[in-house]
């Protein structure tokens, strides 16, 4: 009757770790669709892109390198041409491109290449023309997204600053438009690439 029950035990950990393998490859797949999505989006709106051959390099992920922004910036400081891919608790998914250097300590500055894009409208938001893309504040998402964001990344609670987002970015047209409608929301993840070429 043990060995029955250690072959059932076996059998049900096999297929547990089955489901959980799948899971993850399809999540790892999905990121990496929006990878290559986003990427043909950098070329489209970003003529110097256009006929370069672009590879990705992951400088940071929050779930693998730790949450706090501190880790952040010890793999994202000094680094030029970096998107961001973010997903919200409650499944909305959007990106940014900056091209300008992500920076620990300095002020606001231009990017006239900056811009939003949100993956469940399929619709880009870029930067005004004259605007400010980030300020610098030792938080890292206002430095790779655009806006204020502070802590740990995928622990605390934050809020969408529409206003903000609304006068440095043209194409808003709903409130908290990027997560769908949600003042408040967690970040579920977070990742930071650098275009290489």
């Known amino acids: 009757m043990k060995k029955i029950n250690n072959l059932f035990t076996t059998d049900f950990n096999r297929e547990k770790d089955k489901k959980s393998n799948k899971k993850r490859n399809q999540e790892k797949n999905i990121f990496e669709d929006d990878i290559i ?45 970096t998107f961001s891919i973010v997903t919200t608790n409650n499944g909305a998914k959007f990106g940014f491109f900056r091209s300008i250097p992500i920076d620990g300590d300095g002020p606001w500055r231009e990017d006239n290449k900056a811009f939003f894009f949100s993956y469940d409208k399929n619709k880009i938001y870029k930067i005004r023309k004259g605007k400010y893309v980030v300020g610098f504040d030792n938080t890292c998402f206002i430095q790779t997204i655009g806006f204020a964001l502070s802590g740990n990344i995928l622990n605390d609670k934050y809020s969408y600053n529409h206003q903000k987002l609304n006068e440095n970015f043209e194409g808003f047209t709903e409130n908290y438009e990027l997560t769908f409608g949600k003042e408040e929301f967690y970040v579920r993840a977070f990742e930071v690439y650098q275009l290489k070429y």
Do not use: M, W
């Open 37 to 81: 999505k986003f990427v043909r989006i950098i070329k489209e709106q970003l003529e110097e892109y256009n006929y370069i051959n672009i590879q990705t390099n992951l400088l940071y992920d929050a779930r693998r390198d730790g949450d706090n922004y501190k880790y952040c910036h010890s793999k994202c400081d000094n680094i030029p041409n």
